[in-house]
């Protein structure tokens, strides 16, 4: 579904992301942990072409997207849908009107058929009966929510997360995650998140990937990666080690 090969990139003349091999399994939620400052929000935008890469490959399905533009790459990222830290919720839109927008402007949908759709996602985030409210109006977990309805309201094949739960209390985060983990099985696509949030993911995960120099330096199934015998990954995920912390 989703594949990485080789990838390089230098921002500002900077290196950030220094040979970057990863293999995302289909079906699966994959979390992306590291230090901060590595350069995991830049993996995510590679993903899905918000960025190209210096040297690489980035394959959805079949298609290098590495190289695409205009429609041929609009075309692919159909197939995505992204949640970023601030929902990124239009605020002079209530919270039916912003989930409804991408059937609007992308499906051409209209009338009941978009009613319909938006009502049975508010639902399904634990949202119902708060369609008119506007942003401004919404905690921080309920416009996360609202900003996920989004996401999925056009179905997507692939929802990338760039940490979720920032900004938001323990108990909060931990309903964030549920939520995510309950979608994900319940429409079944293919998950990448990048979080802080260790040792919470590992009760989420089905896989953990750590990026650290620029590189992917483990991917694992999350309970072998809690099982590792590595020393610098066992210090990072250690709760309140020196490298837990600057991961914050």
């Known amino acids: 579904m989703l594949r990485l090969v080789g990838v390089k990139k230098r921002l500002g003349g900077q290196p950030v992301l220094q040979g970057v091999d990863l293999t995302i399994p289909p079906g699966k939620l994959t979390t992306i942990i590291g230090p901060s400052g590595e350069g995991k929000s830049v993996l995510l935008k590679h993903m899905i ?72 996602m508010l639902e399904q985030v634990g949202l119902a009966g708060m369609g008119h409210k506007f942003p401004a109006e919404l905690s921080g977990g309920m416009r996360k929510r609202a900003g996920l309805a989004r996401a999925l309201v056009m179905r997507p094949e692939i929802v990338l997360f760039d940490e979720p739960t920032t900004g938001l209390d323990p108990l909060m985060a931990k309903s964030i995650h549920e939520l995510i983990t309950s979608t994900q099985r319940t429409f079944g696509f293919t998950a990448v998140m990048v979080s802080h949030e260790i040792p919470e993911i590992f009760g989420i995960s089905d896989y953990v990937a750590m990026l650290k120099r620029g590189r992917i330096v483990a991917m694992l199934p999350a309970a072998e990666f809690q099982r590792t015998t590595d020393p610098e990954i066992k210090e990072f995920i250690s709760v309140g080690g020196p490298a837990a912390v600057s991961g914050l």
């Open 49 to 120: 072409g918000l960025l190209q890469p210096d040297e690489g490959q980035v394959w959805v399905g079949d298609v290098d997207i590495s190289r695409l533009h205009g429609q041929p790459l609009n075309e692919v990222r159909k197939r995505f849908a992204m949640l970023f830290q601030g929902a990124a919720l239009f605020d002079s839109m209530t919270v039916f009107d912003n989930v409804a927008f991408p059937l609007k402007e992308k499906l051409k949908m209209k009338g009941p058929e978009i009613a319909t759709r938006v009502n049975g």
